[in-house]
């Protein structure tokens, strides 16, 4: 055998390698939430009119790293994605809740076209929360989530 073939070890990729792709030409699956994460902060400065050079100098993060972020291929600590909404004049909560927004459309998208995964017989966390309360446990109370 040679030393190639022996140093050759099986490689699981960070991203599944899609079967065929979804509606869109986009892979099936759950997307990942640093690709929404660097879709929201990529949208928000671009609505700015900022460039990535100035944002990375507003929240003293490295351009190429400020860069990965956007395109998903970093997952960023929270210090980092606070720093880069309050550069874009945000709160973390801002883009987080932005984020959110969008995993849920693309999980709504995704189970009325009936992609592979989508809903799968799993009720939404959603339809699973109980009514807003008041009381001891804060504004939600007790939050039961459904798999």
Do not use: C, F
């Amino acid at each position: 055998m040679s030393i190639r073939a022996t140093n050759q070890a099986d490689v699981i990729p960070l991203r599944p390698v899609p079967t065929a792709p979804g509606p869109s030409g986009a892979p099936p699956g759950e997307p990942l939430w640093r690709d929404l994460v660097g879709e929201v902060l990529r949208r928000e400065r671009k609505a700015q009119g900022r460039t990535l050079k100035e944002m990375s100098e507003a929240s003293r993060i490295s351009l190429a790293y400020l860069s990965e972020v956007e395109r998903g291929r970093k997952e960023a600590s929270s210090e980092v994605l606070a720093a880069a909404a309050r550069a874009l004049g945000l709160t973390l909560a801002d883009v987080l809740a932005l984020a959110g927004e969008r995993l849920v459309s693309l999980t709504a998208a995704r189970s009325r076209t009936g992609a592979p995964g989508a809903a799968g017989g799993h009720r939404s966390v959603r339809t699973a929360l109980p009514a807003r309360r008041t009381g001891p446990a804060g504004p939600m109370g007790g939050v039961l989530l459904a798999a």
